[in-house]
């Protein structure tokens, strides 16, 4: 089973992206400016725990 990263928007907190886990020897959460269909926007998105 392949593990996912879920990504949130940080305005609406919407959960629209997910990602493949990939190096899980990385610090700290991964933020990435990604458009949000709820907020219409390009917003920052960072992992959830």
Same mark, same amino acid.
């Given at each position: 089973?392949?593990k =996912? /990263? /879920? /990504?949130? &928007?940080? @305005? &609406?907190?919407?959960? @629209?992206?997910?990602?493949? $886990?990939? @190096?899980?020897?990385?610090?700290?959460?991964?933020? /990435? =400016? =990604?458009?949000?269909? %709820?907020?219409? $926007? %390009?917003?920052? %998105? =960072?992992?959830?725990?």
């Amino acid at each position: 089973m392949v593990k =996912k /990263i /879920i /990504i949130c &928007c940080e @305005n &609406c907190g919407s959960r @629209n992206y997910t990602l493949p $886990a990939g @190096n899980q020897g990385r610090d700290g959460r991964i933020v /990435i =400016k =990604k458009f949000c269909s %709820h907020c219409n $926007a %390009h917003t920052l %998105h =960072k992992q959830t725990i």
